[in-house]
C-alpha cells in the first residue's frame, strides 16, 4: 500500500520501508537472509532509514548477533546442524519483534584432530563423519656410511656418507569418507644407516599409505670406495612428489647432502654439504595448518691424510671435514688425524633423523698419517651412518 509521509520539509509519496519512527511505533523488519559458513552464518537484511542497531538470533541455540549493517556475521553455531534466523531493529522510539524466519542454512564445522598413526594399522570412520583431511608423510633414508683413511694405501682418502634424502608427503582436505569405513594404514620405515663393519650400503626409505593416498620415501646416502682422487660421496635423492590424486597437494622430499671430499694430500678433508631443507605441507582450512617433516641428512665430513713418507714428520695431523645441516639432522665432524705414527683416528657415526620423514646424516671419516711405508692403521669401529625417520599418517575430522 502506497502512503504519504512527511520527510525534510517535503511530502513524499512511496512505498513505506516498515519505518514505524515517524507514527511512534518501533520498527519492524523482513525476513532476513542467512549464507552458511564456518561454524558460522551470515544474515543479511533490508535496512530501515530510522533504525540505529539490528540483532539476529538464531533458532536453536538462541545465538546472537548485533550490528548496524547488513550483513551481520553470527558466530559460536555447531557445524553439521541446520539453522534459520530471525532479526529486529531499534530506533529511537524503541525496539520492535523479531521478523519471520530466513531460510535455513548447515553451517560447516573446524577439523579437528582424530589420529595420528606413527606406525601401521586400521583406522574406522566415526559416525557422523564424512569429510577428512588427511596428511601421509613418507619416510626417509639412511645416511651412508664413511670409510677411514689409510695413508698406508695408494687410494687412501677417507670418505665420508652422503645424507639420506627425505621422503615426499601428500595432503588431502575434504576427502570424501562413509561412516564405518575402515582404512589400512602403511607407515614405511625409515631407511637404515650403512655400516662400515660389513661395507653395506644404508636403505630408502619406505612407502606410507592411506588410500589411494601414497607418499614415497628419500634415498639412501651413498658411499664411495677410496681412490686416489679427491672425490666426494653423494646424497640420497628427495622422495618422488605424488601429483597423480587430483585435489591432493603434494610435495617432493629434500635431498641429502653430499659427503665432505677426503684428501690423498697433507691436506684436511672437506666439510660436508648440507641437506636439503623441507618447508613442511599445508591445507588452508579452519583446523588444519602446516605440518612440518624433516629435510634430507646432512653430509659427513672427508676425511684428511697426510702423505706417507721415510721419517719426516707433518707438523699436523689432518682433520675431516665439519658435517653438513638439514632439517631435524645434523651430520657429524670428520675425525682428526694424529700425529703419531702407526694410528688412525675414527671418524663419527651419523646421527639418526629426529623427525618424521627426515634423512639420516652420514657418517663423518676419520683422518690419519704415517711415518713409515706399510705401518698398519687401527681399524675404524664406527662410521655408520644415521636412520632416517618413519613416516606418519595425520588424521582429522570435522
Given at each position: 500500500?502506497?502512503?504519504?509521509?512527511?520527510?525534510?520539509?517535503?511530502?513524499?509519496?512511496?512505498?513505506?520501508?516498515?519505518?514505524?519512527?515517524?507514527?511512534?511505533?518501533?520498527?519492524?523488519?523482513?525476513?532476513?537472509?542467512?549464507?552458511?559458513?564456518?561454524?558460522?552464518?551470515?544474515?543479511?537484511?533490508?535496512?530501515?532509514?530510522?533504525?540505529?542497531?539490528?540483532?539476529?538470533?538464531?533458532s536453536p541455540g538462541s545465538v546472537t548477533a548485533?550490528?548496524?549493517?547488513?550483513?551481520?556475521?553470527?558466530?559460536?553455531?555447531?557445524?553439521?546442524?541446520?539453522?534459520?534466523?530471525?532479526?529486529?531493529?531499534?530506533?529511537?522510539?524503541?525496539?520492535?519483534?523479531?521478523?519471520?524466519?530466513?531460510?535455513?542454512?548447515?553451517?560447516?564445522?573446524?577439523?579437528?584432530?582424530?589420529?595420528?598413526?606413527?606406525?601401521?594399522?586400521?583406522?574406522?570412520?566415526?559416525?557422523?563423519?564424512?569429510?577428512?583431511?588427511?596428511?601421509?608423510?613418507?619416510?626417509?633414508?639412511?645416511?651412508?656410511?664413511?670409510?677411514?683413511?689409510?695413508?698406508?694405501?695408494?687410494?687412501?682418502?677417507?670418505?665420508?656418507?652422503?645424507?639420506?634424502?627425505?621422503?615426499?608427503?601428500?595432503?588431502?582436505?575434504?576427502?570424501?569418507?562413509?561412516?564405518?569405513?575402515?582404512?589400512?594404514?602403511?607407515?614405511?620405515?625409515?631407511?637404515?644407516?650403512?655400516?662400515?663393519?660389513?661395507?653395506?650400503?644404508?636403505?630408502?626409505?619406505?612407502?606410507?599409505?592411506?588410500?589411494?593416498?601414497?607418499?614415497?620415501?628419500?634415498?639412501?646416502?651413498?658411499?664411495?670406495?677410496?681412490?686416489?682422487?679427491?672425490?666426494t660421496s653423494t646424497g640420497g635423492f628427495a622422495?618422488?612428489?605424488?601429483?597423480?590424486?587430483?585435489?591432493?597437494?603434494?610435495?617432493?622430499?629434500?635431498?641429502?647432502?653430499?659427503?665432505?671430499?677426503?684428501?690423498?694430500?697433507?691436506?684436511?678433508?672437506?666439510?660436508?654439504?648440507?641437506?636439503?631443507?623441507?618447508?613442511?605441507?599445508?591445507?588452508?582450512?579452519?583446523?588444519?595448518?602446516?605440518?612440518?617433516?624433516?629435510?634430507?641428512?646432512?653430509?659427513?665430513?672427508?676425511?684428511?691424510?697426510?702423505?706417507?713418507?721415510?721419517?719426516?714428520?707433518?707438523?699436523?695431523?689432518?682433520?675431516?671435514?665439519?658435517?653438513?645441516?638439514?632439517?631435524?639432522?645434523?651430520?657429524?665432524?670428520?675425525?682428526?688425524?694424529?700425529?703419531?705414527?702407526?694410528?688412525?683416528?675414527?671418524?663419527?657415526?651419523?646421527?639418526?633423523?629426529?623427525?618424521?620423514?627426515?634423512?639420516?646424516?652420514?657418517?663423518?671419516?676419520?683422518?690419519?698419517?704415517?711415518?713409515?711405508?706399510?705401518?698398519?692403521?687401527?681399524?675404524?669401529?664406527?662410521?655408520?651412518?644415521?636412520?632416517?625417520?618413519?613416516?606418519?599418517?595425520?588424521?582429522?575430522?570435522?
Open positions: 500500500m502506497a502512503i504519504s509521509r512527511i520527510k525534510n520539509s517535503g511530502i513524499k509519496t512511496g512505498p513505506l520501508k516498515y519505518d514505524n519512527a515517524l507514527a511512534g511505533y518501533p520498527p519492524v523488519m523482513a525476513a532476513p537472509t542467512a549464507t552458511a559458513g564456518l561454524s558460522s552464518a551470515s544474515v543479511a537484511f533490508t535496512a530501515i532509514d530510522s533504525a540505529t542497531s539490528y540483532t539476529v538470533i538464531s548485533t550490528g548496524t549493517s547488513s550483513p551481520i556475521n553470527v558466530t559460536g553455531l555447531t557445524g553439521g546442524t541446520s539453522y534459520t534466523f530471525q532479526i529486529r531493529a531499534t530506533n529511537s522510539v524503541g525496539t520492535g519483534a523479531y521478523s519471520a524466519a530466513s531460510n535455513s542454512v548447515t553451517p560447516t564445522s573446524e577439523y579437528t584432530l582424530a589420529a595420528t598413526f606413527n606406525a601401521g594399522g586400521n583406522w574406522t570412520v566415526p559416525n557422523g563423519v564424512s569429510y577428512i583431511a588427511v596428511y601421509v608423510l613418507g619416510s626417509g633414508g639412511g645416511g651412508g656410511y664413511a670409510r677411514r683413511a689409510d695413508p698406508w694405501s695408494t687410494t687412501g682418502n677417507g670418505m665420508g656418507g652422503g645424507g639420506g634424502g627425505g621422503g615426499s608427503a601428500i595432503a588431502f582436505q575434504e576427502y570424501a569418507v562413509t561412516p564405518g569405513t575402515s582404512y589400512s594404514i602403511n607407515i614405511g620405515s625409515g631407511g637404515n644407516g650403512g655400516n662400515y663393519q660389513n661395507f653395506t650400503n644404508g636403505n630408502a626409505g619406505g612407502v606410507t599409505e592411506f588410500g589411494n593416498l601414497v607418499s614415497v620415501g628419500g634415498g639412501n646416502g651413498a658411499t664411495t670406495a677410496n681412490t686416489n682422487n679427491d672425490v622422495g618422488n612428489r605424488n601429483n597423480n590424486v587430483a585435489g591432493a597437494t603434494s610435495i617432493a622430499g629434500a635431498t641429502g647432502g653430499n659427503s665432505g671430499t677426503g684428501r690423498t694430500t697433507n691436506n684436511g678433508g672437506t666439510n660436508g654439504g648440507a641437506g636439503g631443507a623441507s618447508n613442511g605441507i599445508t591445507l588452508n582450512y579452519a583446523g588444519l595448518g602446516t605440518v612440518n617433516f624433516g629435510g634430507g641428512g646432512g653430509g659427513g665430513g672427508g676425511g684428511g691424510m697426510s702423505v706417507y713418507n721415510t721419517g719426516a714428520s707433518p707438523t699436523n695431523g689432518n682433520n675431516g671435514g665439519a658435517g653438513g645441516n638439514a632439517f631435524g639432522a645434523t651430520a657429524p665432524n670428520g675425525g682428526s688425524g694424529n700425529r703419531s705414527a702407526r694410528t688412525v683416528t675414527n671418524g663419527s657415526d651419523g646421527t639418526n633423523a629426529s623427525t618424521p620423514g627426515g634423512g639420516g646424516s652420514g657418517a663423518s671419516s676419520g683422518g690419519a698419517w704415517a711415518n713409515t711405508i706399510n705401518t698398519g692403521g687401527a681399524a675404524n669401529t664406527t662410521s655408520i651412518g644415521g636412520a632416517g625417520g618413519a613416516g606418519r599418517v595425520i588424521i582429522y575430522t570435522r
